[in-house]
């Protein structure tokens, strides 16, 4: 049974941190939710040895029934809890409650998605022409730190946890400093649904610190990042000292394609989501809009009008379209550059801080911008958008693949074959057409160039948690006619 200041699961019990303190802030009106004491290196490296004796010594790894078990059963937990576990992702993170309620619900799919798939899963056999036979086995991985973001803790989050588990690996779970109390709330169900101890733990505190910890401990045999690219490159570099199997899903830049044809309505109603939802706090968000030049002053005149009407307020209310900035701190950070646009140039519409109390901005869109401005280049991870025409579609695929990522991008077309055929061209890991943001538990989830290496969901997300096994049999022994040895193989 978790106390108030144990927050840390390690082998099955609740402990509190040895680390520093770190208030938990409401984003919407800067009152402290909880003050948590962080994990110290050797908590860290504790929850490693625990997760390292359970997957060598239980049989998790072995019984996939049992896993499959603990998976579906905490899947009916969660679904129990969606209210409370909503509200509490709302409260740390400012997003609005229903969305927090979508977070929920697609976090129970994904759990629901592993057991079915990992249930369904078999060796497989093929026959060779010498008459021997291979089985191709998948087995799990090992130790597996998961290390996350602060914008979707629990969806995020499942999307590791649950191929992790599913696979038979044993995990420690590092959520972000910010936001950990949605992971903190799963763990107790996950507990309740009957995980053997040490198979799941819990640490919390700083990248810097317990993150590195847990990366560069030798007895973990995987680590799986979201995050940003600057932090990415380092783990990726630790994790290659010792060949440690990694994932990595990175920053994105994605644009956001209106061709000619475009319904000027939706387009903008697809803008809006694709930049403003979850305050544009979103590793695929739509940050770059290109428009063709012909309807380029219609959409961005109903897109001003649109954004000044979006409702910014208190995220518990059902009606809010928007809420705050996760922290004082990011909300800096997007402010600088909004101020570095300016200077460099591009026009900026919105981007105000709205109050006195939470870390409110109004939405911003950067017109007059170029290819080479930084806040065309450099993720930005809030609500901010910039806005520019293109001439012909070979200038739009030009402008779309001309950043360092490849996470995702989208086309709003009425002709979908085209929009295909345009989609072929663009670099990026997902496309949607006609569509945005709506990721799918079966599909797999990742990027080109620096926006990382290795995909989740889907198959592919399981199968980045196991490793693969050839076994080649004949079922009577023979001498292998070498070295004097003769077999029943007549030479030529």
């Known amino acids: 049974m978790r106390r108030d200041n144990q927050q840390l699961l390690i082998n099955g019990q609740w402990e509190a941190g040895e680390g520093k303190k770190r208030k938990i802030i409401n984003p919407a009106d800067e009152s402290v939710i909880i003050e948590i004491a962080e994990a110290t290196d050797h908590q860290a490296n504790n929850a490693v040895n625990a997760a390292r004796k359970a997957f060598d010594e239980t049989d998790w790894s072995v019984y996939p029934g049992k896993r499959v078990k603990v998976l579906l059963k905490v899947a009916e937990l969660l679904e129990n809890s969606l209210h409370e576990v909503a509200r509490l992702e709302t409260l740390n993170t400012g997003k609005p409650i229903r969305e927090s309620r979508m977070d929920v619900e697609d976090s129970i799919t ?9 249930d369904s899963v ?3 056999e093929i026959e060779m022409e010498d008459g021997s036979a291979s089985e191709v086995i998948h087995e799990p991985v090992g130790v597996c730190s998961l290390i996350l973001p602060w914008n979707f803790p629990l969806l995020l989050g499942m999307w590791k946890i649950a191929p992790a588990l599913a696979a038979g690996n044993t995990v420690v779970f590092k959520p972000s400093e910010v936001t950990p109390l949605s992971i903190i709330r799963f763990a107790e169900l996950l507990e309740e649904a009957g995980v053997p101890d040490g198979v799941f733990n819990v640490i919390l505190g700083e990248g810097a610190t317990v993150g590195e910890a847990i990366t560069a401990n030798r007895d973990v045999d995987k ?16 994790c290659a000292r010792s060949f440690k199997r990694v994932s990595l899903e990175l920053g994105g830049k994605s644009p956001l394609l209106i061709l000619q044809d475009a319904d000027i309505e939706k387009a903008v109603a697809w803008i809006m989501f694709g930049g403003f939802f979850n305050q544009g706090e979103v590793c695929v968000a739509a940050s770059r809009i290109l428009i063709h030049e012909s309807i380029y002053q219609p959409v961005v005149r109903l897109l001003t009008e649109k954004v000044n009407k979006i409702k910014i307020g208190n995220p518990l209310d059902e009606t809010t379209e928007m809420g705050p900035i996760v922290s004082g701190n990011h909300l800096g950070e997007i402010k600088g550059y909004l101020t570095l646009g300016v200077e460099d140039g591009a026009t900026l519409i919105g981007g105000q801080q709205i109050g006195v109390q939470g870390f409110y901005l109004q939405p911003a869109i950067f017109i007059d911008v170029d290819q080479h401005m930084r806040i065309v280049q450099e993720e930005i991870f809030g609500p901010v958008i910039t806005v520019q025409s293109f001439q012909d579609e070979e200038e739009a695929i030009g402008f779309a693949n001309g950043t360092n990522y490849g996470l995702a991008a989208g086309i709003i077309s009425e002709d979908v074959d085209h929009a295909f055929t345009v989609a072929s061209r663009i670099k990026a890991g ?5 569509n945005y943001h709506i990721p799918y538990a079966e599909a797999p989830w990742g990027g080109y160039k620096q926006s990382g290496i290795g995909r989740e969901l889907g198959p592919q997300g399981l199968d980045s948690y196991r490793e693969v096994k050839h076994v080649n049999k004949i079922s009577q022994l023979k001498a292998p006619g070498w070295y004097g040895f003769e077999n029943d193989r007549k030479e030529g």
């Not at 759990?111 to 798939?117: I, Q, R, V």
């Open 122 to 124: 078999s060796p497989r």
């Open 430 to 434: 997902t496309i949607w057409i006609n």
């Open 223 to 238: 680590v799986s990042f979201t995050g940003s690219v600057e932090t990415g490159r380092k783990i990726n570099e630790i």
């Open 110 to 118: 994904c759990l629901k998605y592993y057991a079915g798939l990992v």
